[in-house]
């Protein structure tokens, strides 16, 4: 990883007085810390379905309501039950004060409305909540973010519960600017435990030997889960450390070789007898202009990135019983994917097709109870990114509302979210883990 050494100058008050704005150091996640580090606003339009919810989950959590005044942690407007123009008017009355008084890395988090079929007015009031949040996303100051979650008519409280707590939490230190859809779950949500909300689940990483694999990995099993790590026989050393350290076991396998699901299914069946989360997390760059590319960058990296996912989950659907009761597939796409990239038209083709397979394998997955939901992180500080030359390396990090990389972790936080058996009610979607960048839609 390369120092923000542009970061850490703007920490000093004399280069603030050359005028040169602080670039926000940002609150992450450390077990045993609190979800909030303040007091919440919570407020509704309407009646609001879920705001005596969310009181509830935050009074559990130890954060007091906000008074009057004074600075908060989080703002939280339950605005499910705006369905007309005039009823946006007390979504802005809600939001202006709150907006000012929202401390350093503080939440903005909104409950959009759900449509109902045929009301055209509603549908452009739920829509408009996705212009709003993600003007506020690059409105707010000193590290804080602005999300929106929608919540299906036919999902309760306790599907919503697990992801309003990664989004008010440290976890969520570099995603801003995303929508996500809460549906009706999958299966039974059960009862979760916030400090390790993967106790017990079985894990499989593939690429676990470094960067953000290896985060990966670290971060499931701090939350409780037994990992199986994945990566190359070249790799051994540094992915039996990693196994060791998370209490699992390695397996060395190219996941693009012909017999690779057979030998992953074989040794999960085997140690443990099922599987609880996998996460596609390999992947490889070959770049080139497509003018000057040829068939070996195209095949490796298509080979590695998406037909790898492809046969590995077409094998676990077509095994009778190895996916646990709440199997939760987290794949990691990319910013290439969403927005394109010059010099990586394999690259954004397979992470575009990574995207493309997540949203048709859901409905598949659903009446297992199982989901499939894709990552698409931006700038990441890793050893890959490091490489850059210094010039494209400082625009990569600067240009997203959070001015700076995101680090490993902030994709693993994510990740740790959507393999929880509490998230039951997300499937199909992709979320972006970029500091909200300002590329693509
Ligand atoms: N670093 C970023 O900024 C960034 C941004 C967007 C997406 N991503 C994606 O995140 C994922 C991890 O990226 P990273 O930066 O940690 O990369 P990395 O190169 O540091 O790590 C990738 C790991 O995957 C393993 N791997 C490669 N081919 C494999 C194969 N055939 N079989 C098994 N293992 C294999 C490698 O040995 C390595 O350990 C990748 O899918 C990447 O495309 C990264």
């Given at each position: 990883m390369s120092k923000d050494t ?375 500080e890793?050893?890959?990114t490091a490489k850059m030359?210094l010039?494209?390396r ?11 990389g ?36």
């Amino acid at each position: 990883m390369s120092k923000d050494t542009l970061r850490e100058l703007t920490q000093y008050r004399f280069v603030q007085r050359l005028g040169v704005p602080r670039i926000p150091v940002l609150r992450r996640y450390e077990p045993g810390q609190p979800l909030l580090d303040g007091p919440a606003l919570v407020g509704a339009v309407g009646k609001g379905r879920f705001a005596d919810d969310v009181r509830a989950l935050l009074a559990g959590a130890g954060v007091a309501e906000a008074g009057e005044d004074g600075k908060v942690a989080a703002a939280v407007l339950d605005a499910t039950g705006a369905h007309t123009v005039d009823d946006l008017a007390a979504v802005q009355e809600f939001l202006t004060p709150a907006v000012r008084r929202l401390g350093p890395c503080g939440r903005l988090l909104l409950l959009g409305p759900v449509a109902a079929e045929g009301d055209v007015e509603a549908a452009a009031v739920a829509q408009a909540f996705e212009g709003l949040v993600r003007s506020a996303g690059k409105e707010v100051r000193a590290g804080a973010t602005a999300n929106l979650v929608t919540v299906a008519p036919d999902a309760g409280a306790d599907a919503l519960a697990s992801t309003l707590r990664f989004f008010l939490s440290a976890r969520s230190a570099f995603v801003s600017g995303q929508v996500v859809r809460v549906g009706a779950p999958v299966g039974p949500v059960g009862a979760d435990d916030p400090a390790r909300p993967l106790a017990g689940r079985i894990a499989v990483v593939t690429g676990a030997a470094r960067g953000i694999g290896e985060s990966i990995a670290d971060t499931l099993h701090r939350d409780g889960a037994t990992i199986v790590a994945v990566d190359v026989p070249a790799a051994g050393d540094a992915l039996a450390r990693v196994a060791n350290r998370t209490g699992g076991t390695a397996l060395q396998l190219d996941i693009t070789a012909a017999d690779a699901p057979d030998r992953l299914l074989a040794h999960l069946r085997e140690r443990y007898g099922r599987v609880d989360v996998v996460v596609h997390n390999a992947g490889i760059t070959r770049d080139k202009l497509l003018a000057n590319m040829d068939a070996d960058r195209w095949n490796s990296v298509l080979a590695v990135n998406l037909r790898a996912q492809l046969t590995i989950n077409r094998a676990l659907l077509a095994d009778e019983g190895l996916l646990g009761d709440s199997a939760r597939i987290v794949c990691i796409s990319s910013m290439s994917g969403i927005a394109g990239n010059r010099g990586q038209t394999n690259y954004a083709a397979s992470k575009a097709g990574v995207i493309g397979m997540v949203r048709a394998l859901a409905p598949q997955l659903a009446p297992r109870g199982a989901t499939v939901n894709a990552i698409a992180p931006g700038f990441i500080e890793t050893a890959m990114t490091a490489k850059m030359p210094l010039a494209t390396r400082e625009a990569g990090r600067r240009i997203n509302s959070l001015r700076q990389g995101g680090l490993p972790v902030d994709v693993a936080e994510a990740v740790g979210w959507l393999a929880q058996a509490a998230t039951a009610g997300v499937t199909g979607q992709v979320v972006r883990v970029d500091g909200q960048n300002m590329l693509g839609a």
